[in-house]
């Protein structure tokens, strides 16, 4: 008999813990212990990932895994090849397990993953295998899981505003002392609102273009060749796949966007790429960068009067307010938080097939739908005040949303995905993570941008050829969730506007609406 190689720890790094002061490296001895990591054809293929997604994950761990070896850790990697024949298991706990067979491991160290899917799958692979699992805290993150839960516990309620505020005073950010905000306030949403002029955004500095270097074309040929028939297109990827990458497009942006981001935070315009939004999300989500040097980074811009404290304010408040929020609703309310469906969305519907290909009449979601396929990115407004309002008011079942998120979007981990579309964008939690559902009509999108100048749909109709589809739904929406949402006091002047309309017209609103909820009006 063979007698198995033996180690003392193996250490499993997942594809977005790309860093290297992990808590997994902790004690870490190059002479005893073994790195994991591994891309799994079962992940890739577990939503059905766009292309630019997936060369947003393996080509950062292809780096990782070299940046390891020449720091002299030894690295037990697995690459996923063009051919899926020469692949030995689908999952990644089908891939570990081989390892642990092969080897002779005394305890498997990982951080918290991400996905709590992927968690229970591998302690329990770890189980099986009889070796000792060490799961550890990510602490990346300002607020831990127990904090978060001591904070939550007792509330009726999460109200983000409460949370984001003992977030500022604990790590004390933007704040003149223990208990009063700089500028006197704790947040400047009022500033937050703005819209372009007729004349549009004007000319903003182009972002960091990152040439894709020769790792980073091998995994384009082994997508190209494997998963061709994925969605979105992967021809201009330009992310950052390394920390120093990440550094750049920082400094890009606290430099060239986050004076004029707070501003214009929520503006759209068609046929622009990322306006004055920063596109770190992905580069935080697979830790090339923290959020604390993120933060650190933008309150320095402040400090110096090189950015205007609504903008430095409104950008802290996405990535130490809701970013840490997210996650923290995340893990208290996992496994059952997946399963919601307040609304009562039909099983059976999915997203219309023009969220995988863009091919639609409707401006604004045609033009969210471009940028997606192009660069696996939309921002905040678009993700919720245009696709994810599209996905609400027509009913898509909130699962089959977050599938379609989390294959569409390069910065979509589950821990992140799952309460921003099921609950913030689908309200499918029934008011968990927010009190209202963000359901408006195509008034609000010609408010925020230009799309509905050149649509040829009207978003201040709601019946005949011309009307908004959105407009349409929106109504159908308020009519067919009527009970639960009358007595809602921010939705009071909706309710009163539904009552006004004329039960004839309301009856065409209703029909025309079934007609695109069940595909035979094709919009």
């Known amino acids: 008999m063979v007698r198995k190689k033996q180690f003392r720890n193996l250490i499993i790094v997942f594809g977005d813990q790309l860093n290297h002061d992990s808590a997994a490296f902790d004690?870490?001895?190059?002479?005893?212990?073994?790195v994991w990591m591994a891309e799994a054809a079962g992940e890739a293929t577990h939503v059905w990932n766009h292309k630019y997604r997936l060369v947003g994950f393996f080509a950062p761990m292809r780096h990782f895994r070299d940046e390891m070896l020449a720091a002299g850790k030894q690295v037990i990697y697995h690459q996923l090849s063009s051919d899926a024949g020469q692949d030995e298991g689908e999952s990644l706990s089908d891939l570990l397990l081989i390892t642990l067979k092969r080897f002779s491991f005394e305890r498997a160290i990982f951080v918290q993953p991400g996905d709590f899917r992927v968690q229970q799958s591998m302690k329990a692979c770890i189980k099986k295998a009889g070796v000792i699992c060490d799961e550890r805290e990510d602490r990346t993150y300002y607020c831990s899981l127990d904090r978060f839960s001591r904070w939550a516990e007792g509330r009726r309620s999460f109200v983000l505003e409460q949370f984001y505020r003992v977030m500022r005073k604990e790590h004390r950010v933007m704040m003149q002392d223990e208990k009063t905000p700089t500028g006197d306030a704790w947040n400047f949403d009022k500033d937050n609102r703005g819209k372009f002029g007729k004349s549009g955004p004007g000319a903003i500095p182009p972002a960091p273009s990152f040439k894709p270097d020769s790792i980073t074309e091998q995994v384009m040929d082994m997508v190209d060749s494997r998963f061709n028939d994925h969605p979105g297109r992967m021809t201009d990827f330009d992310l950052p796949v390394t920390r120093t990458q990440a550094l750049e497009l920082l400094e890009d942006f606290v430099v060239h966007r986050l004076p004029l981001f707070g501003t214009y935070q929520d503006a759209m315009w068609s046929d622009q790429q990322f306006l004055y939004h920063s596109r770190l999300s992905h580069a935080m989500n697979l830790k090339l960068l923290s959020p604390r040097e993120v933060v650190e980074a933008a309150v320095e811009r402040l400090e110096t009067s090189q950015a205007p404290i609504n903008s430095v304010e409104g950008f802290v408040r996405q990535i130490l307010g809701w970013r840490e929020y997210v996650r923290g609703i995340y893990w208290t309310q996992m496994p059952e938080y997946a399963q919601l469906n307040a609304l009562g969305c039909d099983s059976d519907q999915n997203v219309p097939s023009f969220?995988?290909?863009?091919?639609?009449k409707m401006a604004c979601v045609a033009d969210a739908m471009?940028?997606?396929?192009d660069t696996a990115y939309a921002h905040h407004i678009q993700r919720l005040m245009v696709l994810g309002l599209y996905a609400q008011l027509l009913g898509v079942h909130p699962q089959h949303f977050n599938d379609w998120h989390l294959a569409m979007y390069a910065d979509a981990i589950d821990w992140v995905s799952l309460p921003n579309t099921l609950g913030m964008s689908q309200h499918a939690d029934d008011g968990i993570m927010a009190t209202k559902p963000y359901c408006a009509s195509g008034a609000y999108i010609d408010r925020m941008g230009n799309f509905c100048k050149g649509c040829?749909?009207?978003?201040k109709k709601a019946i005949g050829e011309?009307?908004?589809p959105i407009t349409t739904l929106y109504w159908d929406?308020?009519?067919?969730?009527?009970?639960r949402f009358k007595t809602n006091h921010r939705m009071v002047m909706q309710y009163k506007n539904l009552?006004?309309?004329?039960?004839v017209?309301?009856?065409?609103?209703?029909?025309?609406?079934?007609?695109?909820?069940?595909g035979e009006l094709k919009v």
Not at 355 to 360: A, I, K, M, R, V
Not at 506 to 513: E, G, H, T, V
């Open 27 to 34: 004690g870490f001895d190059p002479n005893l212990d073994q």
């Open 355 to 360: 969220f995988w290909d863009g091919e639609t």
């Open 477 to 483: 929406f308020l009519a067919r969730h009527r009970d």
């Open 499 to 503: 009552d006004r309309k004329d039960p």
């Open 466 to 468: 011309d009307a908004c």
């Open 456 to 459: 040829i749909y009207s978003p």
């Open 505 to 518: 017209e309301l009856d065409q609103i209703l029909s025309r609406a079934q007609l695109i909820k069940s």
């Open 370 to 373: 471009r940028l997606l396929i």
